[in-house]
């Protein structure tokens, strides 16, 4: 789109105040480089689990609540966060977003306990919220709807050449300065965003209403999100059958059906239910969310098999997952050339199964195994993800109203962040209920007392996270056959999480049979 054809858009007398601000090319650096930190945090993190874990003591449960609880706080905000775009103005909720998250991340890189750094990492969440839903809506405002699945496919592939330099940069800094450092770096990235935003981002927004914010609708939709994730996080603890896990899925339900009806009486509704007509974005959401299910769930335990079973370094562990980084980053915008011409459902197809065949093929991956038998599985994940990344994005987005494009996009995002925290949980219940259960068998086959069912209770955290717990003075000879055993347990239990994946992705690919290209809809025109 040219910048005349932003210029349409404009009320009378208002226009870009300055060179370059509105263009839809400029529009897509500005907001890529405030998606970039967050995304770029993402792998980060996961590269510094293993270090956080040693300097602050903390247990599995903690280090997936670092992940589940940001998980979680943008999970809870997001749809609310692209409302406040909508009716607001998608730059300034934008550049609060960047501002906020980059101080947060400061604040984490100052704290010294780990419940302080959760606590953060919730609220690097709820500014993380402000930016993804917003994005999307500002590029669905610059974009004509026939070049919106090209911008995404660009979009994706600044947003995987981040997740590719993640893992290296992370690595470099923990292993040569230090954990903390891997949360400073996002201040400088923050700033440039900021500033590229102000000067290039027009404030789009949909058509004004009359009507009040839906606060009813909004605390409804948080309580049922709320409920569910946390249900799902605490089952493995609670019990999947016990009263407390089955009062919070019970919960979510009953917030879910008053949601709907609030939603049908609301003048102006947080979630319009009328969006859901459309098949296509229906599945779009549900396709979102089974990805992010298996990429979350893959990159949280690949770290541990890496660092903990490998030994690797740091920065050796990111480049052991590059393959996976720049195949997502190469194959993002083809994906977005191929999805334009021949439609969404064959490329959503395809890269379901090979999605699902890469997972097959990582749970084969033993011990000792070499970086070239790990290589072609992870970049084939890459290669698998991106064509679902870009075409569940444009269903979704591109199908929704212009004016509601802000909602639209945190309902991607909401399908996204769900998926992976229900990735990280559900895989991490499969993970160490596999580990308790083979870890006997392999202390006896290694010549070592099998443990009992308390032992075993008090070992399953540890070796879920790759660790062979060995107790202080043990003999070396002894130590090692700890080591063997701990180690083939915790591989029976990333292979069963694998499975697992490739079985959802499995289901994903059938249910992209139901995606049709469609109309997208342009919607109430914008106001800036």
């Not at 949909?206 to 009040?212: D, L, M, Q, R, T």
């Not at 914010?213 to 493995?236: C, E, N, Q, R, Y």
């Not at 009062?247 to 969006?275: I, S």
């Given at each position: 789109m040219s910048q005349p054809a932003v210029q349409e858009r404009l009320p009378a007398g208002a226009g870009p105040k300055r060179r370059g601000m509105g263009n839809p090319w400029l529009t897509l650096v500005a907001v890529a480089l405030g998606v970039i930190m967050v995304t770029l945090d993402g792998t980060v993190v996961a590269i510094a689990n293993p270090a956080i874990s040693k300097d602050l003591g903390a247990s599995l449960a903690d280090l997936q609540w670092v992940t589940n609880g940001y998980l979680l706080a943008l999970a809870v905000s997001l749809i609310t966060a692209g409302k406040l775009g909508d009716r607001f103005g998608h730059k300034p909720v934008f550049l609060i977003g960047v501002a906020g998250f980059a101080l947060s991340s400061a604040g984490i890189g100052f704290s010294k306990t780990i419940g302080m750094v959760i606590a953060l990492r919730v609220l690097q969440g709820l500014f993380g919220a402000m930016l993804q839903p917003t994005a999307l809506g500002l590029l669905r405002a610059a974009f004509p709807a026939e070049r919106l699945n090209m911008a995404i496919g660009l979009w994706g592939a600044c947003i995987a050449a981040s997740t590719a330099s993640g893992p290296i940069v992370g690595g470099l800094l923990v292993q040569h300065v230090n954990w903390e450092s891997v949360f400073f770096i996002n201040v400088p990235v923050g700033v440039v965003a900021l500033i590229t935003g102000g000067l290039f981002l027009l404030n789009a927004r949909?058509?004004?209403?009359?009507?009040?914010?839906?606060?009813?609708?909004?605390?409804?939709?948080?309580?049922?999100?709320?409920?569910?994730?946390?249900?799902?996080?605490?089952?493995?603890?609670?019990?999947?059958?016990?009263?407390?896990?089955?009062?919070?899925?019970?919960?979510?339900?009953?917030?879910?059906?008053?949601?709907?009806?609030?939603?049908?009486?609301?003048?102006?509704?947080?979630?319009?239910?009328?969006?859901?007509?459309?098949?296509?974005?229906?599945?779009?959401?549900?396709?979102?969310?089974?990805?992010?299910f298996a990429m979350f769930g893959a990159m949280f335990f690949l770290t541990f098999y890496l660092q903990s079973v490998h030994g690797l370094t740091p920065v050796s562990t990111g480049v052991r997952l590059l393959p996976m980084m720049l195949a997502m980053m190469l194959a993002s915008p083809i994906a977005g050339g191929v999805i334009s011409k021949v439609g969404p459902r064959a490329p959503l197809v395809a890269g379901m199964v090979f999605t699902a065949v890469a997972f097959i093929g990582m749970s084969r991956?033993?011990?000792?195994?070499?970086?070239?038998?790990?290589?072609?599985?992870?970049?084939?994940?890459?290669?698998?993800?991106?064509?679902?990344?870009?075409?569940?994005?444009?269903?979704?987005?591109?199908?929704?109203?212009?004016?509601?494009?802000?909602?639209?996009?945190?309902?991607?995002?909401?399908?996204?962040?769900?998926?992976?925290?229900?990735?990280?949980?559900?895989?991490?219940?499969?993970?160490?209920?596999?580990?308790?259960?083979?870890?006997?068998?392999?202390?006896?086959?290694?010549?070592?007392?099998?443990?009992?069912?308390?032992?075993?209770?008090?070992?399953?955290?540890?070796?879920?996270?790759?660790?062979?717990?060995?107790?202080?003075?043990?003999?070396?000879?002894?130590?090692?056959?700890?080591?063997?055993?701990?180690?083939?347990?915790?591989?029976?239990?990333?292979?069963?999480a694998f499975i697992v994946s490739a079985v959802m992705a499995f289901v994903a690919a059938l249910l992209s049979l139901l995606v049709r290209a469609g109309r997208k809809v342009e919607g109430a025109a914008m106001h800036i």
């Open positions: 949909g058509e004004a209403k009359s009507g009040g914010f839906d606060l009813t609708g909004i605390l409804l939709l948080s309580g049922m999100l709320f409920a569910l994730i946390w249900a799902v996080i605490k089952a493995p603890t609670y019990g999947w059958t016990d009263l407390k896990t089955l009062a919070f899925f019970g919960a979510a339900v009953v917030l879910l059906v008053l949601f709907v009806a609030r939603e049908h009486l609301a003048r102006e509704p947080l979630l319009p239910l009328t969006l859901f007509r459309s098949v296509s974005l229906s599945v779009g959401v549900v396709l979102m969310t089974l990805m992010a991956l033993g011990v000792d195994a070499s970086f070239m038998a790990m290589a072609p599985w992870f970049a084939l994940i890459g290669v698998g993800l991106s064509p679902v990344m870009v075409a569940a994005t444009d269903i979704i987005v591109g199908n929704a109203p212009v004016a509601l494009s802000g909602v639209a996009g945190g309902l991607q995002q909401v399908a996204m962040q769900v998926g992976g925290a229900l990735g990280t949980s559900v895989l991490g219940a499969v993970l160490t209920a596999k580990v308790a259960g083979v870890l006997p068998g392999h202390m006896k086959e290694a010549g070592l007392p099998a443990p009992s069912p308390a032992q075993v209770d008090l070992m399953k955290g540890a070796i879920s996270q790759g660790v062979a717990p060995v107790p202080k003075n043990t003999p070396p000879q002894v130590a090692e056959l700890i080591v063997k055993a701990s180690h083939l347990s915790f591989i029976d239990g990333m292979h069963l």
